[in-house]
């Protein structure tokens, strides 16, 4: 998703954003659909961030993941 459609997102779809889940800056999350019924499924992706690793002066390796869930109450 890029950066234009996650504003599209930010004012079409009802949310809260920034919520901390931890004592550092970063460690935030976002929710999307805060009008939905409670009865509702949840999408939730976890973005696990991006890092870079400096091995001496030549070698960079980057890593980054994600997980992706879909939540139904039966």
């Known amino acids: ?8 997102a930010k ?3 009802p949310n809260e954003t920034d ?7 970063r460690q935030k999350y ?4 805060t009008d939905l019924p ?3 499924s949840i999408f939730l992706w976890i973005h696990g961030g991006y890092g870079k690793f400096h091995f001496g002066l030549t070698l960079q390796l980057s890593v980054s993941f994600s997980c992706l869930c879909v939540l139904t109450n039966n």
């Open 11 to 13: 004012t079409e779809i």
């Open 30 to 33: 976002d929710l999307y659909g």
């Open 19 to 25: 919520i901390s889940y931890g004592d550092a800056p």
């Open 38 to 40: 409670e009865d509702s």
């Open 1 to 8: 998703m890029d950066k234009g459609e996650t504003q599209r």
